[in-house]
């Protein structure tokens, strides 16, 4: 318990080193002292006492900035957790189930069509969520194959079909306007977030993981096995339908405001089984805490590294592959 403590208490320290980090350093520095005094006035509603360029850059583009990317980092942990729990599968995430890619589908016929920041998550949820279903009921339908490499092939084939729907879309845009949109929106930024697509989004990720809190127990006996999940009066079929429902719904909110960003649903997770073990009761809060920083630190590297700001899905992926490589080598024995 001891060493889970600590593991809980350094990564909430370096979450809130990242945010520091974060809302100082850039091309406009600030002051550590002076935004810190400066959100802690706000707080008890008084001015921040800052210069009105610093005041615009703290509280109009770096704060939005950071609730955006905790929420995104830790949203695509916690949902890769979940799945990854439900299915007793260490490969499966967001994206290999072909939830991002129909979620990315659904937000960018909700760019073609123009719709607003709301009517985007909600197509983004459904085709999230029949893309998860049809992967389930084709991986439930194949027997005679290894229920794991049809879990995964299905949800390969699904993301590959509801990519060829977002090349379609890309294609029939408008070549000025809709298309820079949807291409620069895919590999994924938080550079264009504003204050109010934060606040709609937080409501929905807080809704999505509300069952995923509430069944933790029993996501971590329905690891035993379906049968002796019943024998302890645990209903697989609803547990499994609630968690899918509520891991799509903050994939697909998280989606529609950060674009496609892969390799934290996956990587996320076995960072904090490595920390906190597998107990889904301690790997959810993990998980969501790795998940904020880890996003932080990539949204504010991306930012920093270039002078032009370099796509957050080519950072995660470039630093997810060796991580998860290294990950691959050490736990391999487990995974056999």
């Not at 979450?15 to 935004?35: E, K, Q, Y």
């Not at 279903?133 to 027997?143: E, G, K, N, Q, T």
């Given at each position: ?171 029939i845009a408008d070549p000025y306007n809709q298309l820079p949109a949807i291409t620069f929106w895919l590999l994924g930024s938080l550079a264009a ?144």
């Amino acid at each position: 318990m001891t060493r889970t403590l600590l593991a809980f208490a350094a990564t909430a320290a370096l979450l809130i080193l990242c945010a520091i980090i974060a809302l100082t350093a850039g091309r406009f520095p600030l002051p550590v002292s002076d935004a810190l005094f400066g959100l802690l006035r706000a707080v008890f509603g008084q001015p921040s006492g800052l210069e009105p360029g610093a005041d615009g850059v703290l509280f109009r583009i770096r704060l939005p900035r950071v609730a955006a990317a905790i929420t995104v980092g830790a949203a695509l942990a916690a949902a890769g957790a979940a799945y990854q729990q439900l299915f007793r599968n260490p490969l499966v995430s967001p994206d290999i189930l072909g939830v991002s890619s129909g979620a990315a589908l659904g937000a960018v016929l909700g760019i073609f069509l123009s719709l607003d920041i709301l009517g985007i998550q909600m197509l983004a949820f459904v085709i999230g969520l029949a893309a998860v279903a049809v992967v389930y009921a084709v991986a439930s339908a194949v027997r005679g194959h290894d229920p794991v490499l049809t879990l995964v092939l299905a949800g390969v084939l699904i993301g590959a079909l509801a990519g060829a729907g977002v090349g379609l879309m890309k294609y029939i845009a408008d070549p000025y306007n809709q298309l820079p949109a949807i291409t620069f929106w895919l590999l994924g930024s938080l550079a264009a977030t504003a204050a109010g697509d934060v606040y709609t989004t937080i409501p929905v990720v807080l809704a999505g993981l509300l069952p995923l809190w509430l069944l933790r127990w029993q996501l971590d006996v329905l690891s035993l096995g379906d049968e002796e999940a019943r024998s302890l009066g645990v209903n697989p079929t609803r547990v499994r339908l609630a968690v899918i429902a509520g891991a799509t719904l903050i994939t697909s909110a998280v989606v529609a405001i950060s674009g496609v960003i892969g390799w934290v649903g996956l990587l996320i997770p076995h960072l904090a089984r490595l920390l906190v073990g597998p107990r889904f009761v301690l790997l959810l809060p993990a998980s969501l805490l790795l998940g904020a920083g880890y996003m932080l630190a990539i949204d504010t590297l991306a930012r920093m590294a270039a002078r032009i700001e370099i796509p957050l899905g080519i950072l995660t992926a470039v630093i997810g592959t060796p991580v998860f490589l290294w990950i691959l080598i050490r736990t391999r024995r487990s995974w056999q």
